[in-house]
């Protein structure tokens, strides 16, 4: 997340965290993603409206049709978790989402937030290291205490 990625780094980062909530993302990340999205809608929707009337590809069409409609359902969970970790990025809970339940103004109010530039306070949304009782080292004052108590 340190530099800002292109359209294959970011889309081959939405597939490989297709269900990761915690963490963030950066805005190159999420905006690059849309431009992805947006071209393969057009692409398909393009095709489909052009060959459906041409006989024989009509069934093309169809079938392309179906895989564009599989194309979404199956980008749906990946794209709710991108905008979680969006979220998270500018320091926002992913419960702001409920205010796209808001009829009219609630996705417009969700779209500006996901403007927001990164804050380095979203870093508390990073997932935390699991320490286990293998790694646990004691701090230097607790150290320091035990040996006072020793005395």
Do not use: C, E
């Not at 692409?43 to 049709?65: E, K, M, P, R, W």
Request: no cysteine.
């Amino acid at each position: 997340m340190d530099q800002p990625a292109g359209l294959l780094t970011s889309t081959r980062r939405f597939f490989k965290h297709y269900a990761t909530f915690s963490g963030r993302s950066s805005r190159s990340d999420f905006w690059w993603v849309q431009l992805f999205m947006v071209l393969v809608s057009t692409a398909a929707i393009i095709f489909v409206s052009v060959t459906s009337d041409l006989g024989a590809l009509a069934i093309l069409s169809g079938l392309v049709g179906l895989g564009y409609f599989l194309f979404l359902a199956g980008t749906l969970l990946p794209s709710l978790a991108l905008v979680v970790r969006r979220l998270h990025d500018a320091n926002l809970s992913a419960g702001l989402l409920a205010l796209a339940l808001i009829p009219y103004v609630g996705a417009l109010i969700i779209f500006i937030l996901l403007l927001l530039p990164s804050s380095p306070r979203g870093v508390r949304f990073d997932r935390q290291q699991q320490l286990t009782h293998n790694t646990y080292q004691p701090s230097t004052a607790y150290r320091q205490g035990l040996q006072q108590r020793r005395r």
